[in-house]
Each structure stands twice: as C-alpha cells, then as structure tokens.
C-alpha cells in the first residue's frame, strides 16, 4: 500500500519551501532580474555579485530541501527535517561564497572577505527558507490540534449517543409493549418506524458525513414514534426541499436538536405541542436547518443547556467549531411568538 504522509508532517513542509509554483517562480525571476539589471546599469559589479551569489545560494538550498524530502524516511518527524534544512543552509553558504570568490576575482573588485560573504548566505538563506518552514511548522501544529479536537468531539458524541440511544429504545420498546396489548395496530406501527430509525440512525453512528435528506428522514422517523407516544399532544412537520437533499451535514447534529424540542419543549408542556422542521438555502451561500417547537418555551436555565444537561449544546458547538471553523453558527432563542427555535447555519463550500 502507498504510504501517504500526514498533511501536518514535515514533508509537506519540505515540499512547499522546495517546490515553489510555477507563478512563485516567475515573480522571484521578474523581481531578481530588475534587481540585477539595476546593479549593472548604475556600474555596481560588486551589489551585483553579491546578490547573484546570494540567489545562487537559496537555489541550491531548495535543490538540498528537495533532495532531502526524497530521502526522509517514512516515519520521519520534524527534528529529521529541521537538521537536514541546517545541513542544506550551510552547503548552500559555502555555495554561495565559492561563486562570490570566483566573480570577485574574475571582476578584480573589492570584495567581503570569505567569512563575511559565509556569513551573509547563511543567514539570507535562513530568512529566505528557514522562516517558511518555520511558519509551516506552526500551521501543521495547528492542524494536528484541530484533528485531534475533531476526534474527541466525535468520541463524546458517540459517547452522548451511547447514553441516549438506550434510553430511547426503553421507552419504546416499553410503549410497544403496552400498544401491543391494548392497540396491536399501534404498536406494529411503532415497530415499524422503529426498524427504519434503527436502519437510517446505525451507519451514521460509524460516519463522519451524511446528507440532509437522510438527517431529515432519521428525524421524521423519530418524530412518529414521538407522535405514537404523545398521541394527539403532538403533532410534526418536515419540510426539506428536493434540491437540497444531497448536500452534505454532520451526522445526528439535527437528531440532537430535534431531542431537545421534545425533552424541553413537549413533555414538560400538558398541552398540544407542534414540533418542525424546515431547511432552506441563504443568501450568503449557507444551508439553514431550524427546529421550531411551540411548548414550554425557553426557561432561564435552558439557555444553558440541550438534552438537558448542556453536553448536547457543548458538543454542537464543539463539533461546528471542529468542522467548520467559525464558518458555521448555532442559535437557540425564543421567536416572536414565543415559540423555541434552534438554528444551524452550516456553509456549503468546504470545511475546516
């Protein structure tokens, strides 16, 4: 099997200092030879020199960066990288300061002595490498963080379902129970919407992405065993557009919203109670999913709080951060009309 190396380790790093881009190369071309020209054109053979052995330097120490990529064993780690940067830094200055040595004598000018121009390529030639490598070490440092915050948010989460689903089942199956001796109509319908849940919700458990048709379709299912349980006390509404179906959305996100209307919004209410459930495109390009509930409404201590213990609003927040990036938003507020409402605004475009 091909190894691929991690995004966050030392050999994307290398590549990026060694590989420029095509454009990259044409503006350091443009900008070198301007520079060179003004050399020559005020008489300055010596600036000129100078600078010519300068870039003659960081070519060969991108040619030493390459050429150490190539042979960085597979598990290598940055301190591998950084020793061979420092080994190409110095060949590199020696470079430099032999072909400084060679114009200065070939021109008869007044030229810096070995050690100075020695001393002059290494530390341009630091600046010119060592300084994005540098940089690129801390954005990998970043990015190994933020893997490693994606994977425990997705561990509480499956910790959070672990918890959850369980409970739900109970209370099922103890409803169906019942239904089965006074209402066996009922109760085979709750079986069966039990089934499609548990066939829609398991392969979401062991993914990192689902669609909002089948988020939506997992929380209808909920729904009308929800709907069997309360009888006439609750009544629901999905509304997903078709075109909207295949966009991609982290999954069970909306079950944990659609929980947290029925935990506060539905049961501590004696009355009737409506649940829904609309998504819908924005004008800034983000997918809008609202949960709306016309129960208790929103108490003061519920701001803080979702499935009842805050762990469900902390791990939505958890997990946008660590999909999305400050891209997507998460709100839960009283409307208008007093009815609850919690809203995810997930952008479509790419994640973090």
Not at 255 to 277: D, I, R, Y
């Amino acid at each position: 099997m091909k190894h691929t190396p991690a995004p966050y380790g030392p050999g994307p790093a290398l590549r990026r200092i060694s590989s420029p881009s095509l454009r990259d190369w044409a503006t350091s071309a443009v900008c070198g030879g301007l520079v060179l020209a003004i050399c020559l054109w005020s008489g300055s053979w010596a600036r000129a020199a100078l600078f010519g052995s300068l870039v003659l330097g960081v070519i060969c120490a991108q040619l030493a960066a390459g050429a150490i990529r190539r042979l960085m064993p597979r598990h290598a780690g940055w301190a591998f990288c950084w020793a061979g940067l420092a080994l190409a830094l110095l060949a590199s200055a020696c470079v430099a300061t032999l072909a400084y040595g060679q114009a200065a004598q070939l021109q008869r000018m007044a030229a810096l002595t070995s050690a100075q121009m020695f001393s002059s390529a290494l530390v341009f030639n630091a600046l010119m490498l060592g300084i994005p490598l540098l940089m690129a070490n801390r954005e990998a440092r970043a990015l190994q963080l933020s893997e490693l915050q994606r994977a425990a948010v997705q561990a509480e989460l499956k910790s959070l379902q672990a918890q959850v689903e369980p409970h739900f089942l109970y209370n099922t199956l103890a409803n169906t129970r019942y239904l089965a001796r006074h209402a066996p109509e009922r109760a085979v319908e709750m079986l069966d919407h039990l089934i499609a849940y548990l066939r829609t919700a398991l392969p979401d458990m062991r993914t990192s992405s689902s669609t909002l048709a089948r988020e939506c379709e997992l929380a209808g299912h909920y729904l009308a065993l929800m709907e069997i349980r309360f009888g006439a006390r609750l009544s629901t509404r999905i509304d997903c557009p078709q075109g909207l179906g295949e966009l991609q959305v982290p999954p069970m996100m909306l079950m944990s919203l659609v929980e947290n209307a029925l935990q506060h919004g539905v049961e501590p209410k004696p009355g009737t109670v409506c649940v829904s459930v609309a998504a819908a495109m924005r004008g800034d390009g983000r997918l809008g999913i609202v949960v709306r509930d016309d129960g208790a409404g929103l108490q003061q201590s519920q701001g803080a709080t979702l499935l009842g213990s805050g762990v469900g609003l902390r791990n939505v927040r958890e997990r946008l951060q660590a999909l999305y990036g400050g891209q997507a938003t998460f709100e839960l507020r009283r409307a208008a009309d007093g009815a609850t409402e919690a809203e995810l605004l997930l952008p479509m475009e790419a994640r973090a």
